[in-house]
T-cell receptor, first 114, second 113 residues
Framework: KNQVEQSPQSLIILEGKNCTLQ??????????LRWYKQDTGRGPVSLTI?????NTKSNGRYTATLDADTKQSSLHITASQLSDSASYIC?????????????FGTGTRLKVLA | EAQVTQNPRYLITVTGKKLTVTCSQN?????MSWYRQDPGLGLRQIYY???????DKGDVPEGYKVSRKEKRNFPLILESPSPNQTSLYFC????????????FGNGTRLTVT
């Protein structure tokens, strides 16, 4: 069964600190892995997209890594800001016979405190 | 501004009263899709469309209909809403179904009483 699991479920950190969010997946056949940021009451916004051959991708203070062998990804946030408070969703795309599916994790809720 | 627009943002209705949630994108995207988001379950795909007049079921299509008569519009129709369809709904679009990012609307919070 295709699954995406994220940890932790929630996280509280102080402004200026770094943090790392985890994503483990069992999706086949794998196409790409995406990280999205979802502010409360808004739609998710794309942060990074990584294909099988990419193992690191950055977007400003956000750096995603992918280990396709262990089927793990992480999202590292550097020097956190109050505006980083949001849910972070890991999404894996699977390509099958005539279908293209997105499998969503349940997200990590991050709270950054002043 | 490139965007996906959903209407309405909030909707309260009663069981059995047909409703439509509209979705429109101005980016000439081929791929459009609908999701529902429920606490603890993450986003689940309801229907998607690869192009005009091409639609297919996602993971939770029961109780929903869609149409894609024009490239920019992808309405979600609930013919006879039930309380278990109370949820937060998102429309999304992307250039194609490859490595392009999904662009999401800001959601429609539906309550069925």
């Amino acid at each position: 069964k295709n699954q995406v699991e994220q940890s932790p479920q929630s996280l509280i950190i102080l402004e200026g600190k770094n943090c790392t969010l985890q994503c483990n997946y069992t999706v086949s056949p794998f196409s790409n892995l995406r990280w999205y940021k979802q502010d409360t009451g808004r739609g998710p916004v794309s942060l990074t997209i990584m294909t099988f051959s990419e193992n690191t991708k950055s977007n400003g203070r956000y750096t995603a890594t992918l280990d396709a062998d262990t089927k793990q990804s992480s999202l590292h946030i550097t020097a956190s800001q109050l505006s980083d408070s949001a849910s972070y969703i890991c999404v894996v795309s699977a390509v099958g016979s005539g279908t293209y599916k997105y499998i969503f994790g349940t997200g990590t809720r991050l709270k950054v405190l002043a | 501004e490139a965007q996906v627009t959903q209407n309405p943002r909030y909707l309260i209705t009663v069981t059995g009263k047909k409703l439509t949630v509209t979705c429109s994108q101005n980016m000439n995207h081929e791929y459009m899709s609908w999701y529902r988001q429920d606490p603890g379950l993450g986003l689940r795909q309801i229907y998607y469309s690869m192009n005009v007049e091409v639609t297919d079921k996602g993971d939770v299509p029961e109780g929903y209909k869609v149409s894609r008569k024009e490239k920019r519009n992808f309405p979600l129709i609930l013919e006879s809403p039930s309380p278990n369809q109370t949820s937060l709904y998102f429309c999304a679009s992307s250039l194609d179904r490859g490595d392009s990012p999904l662009h999401f609307g800001n959601g429609t919070r539906l309550t069925v009483t």
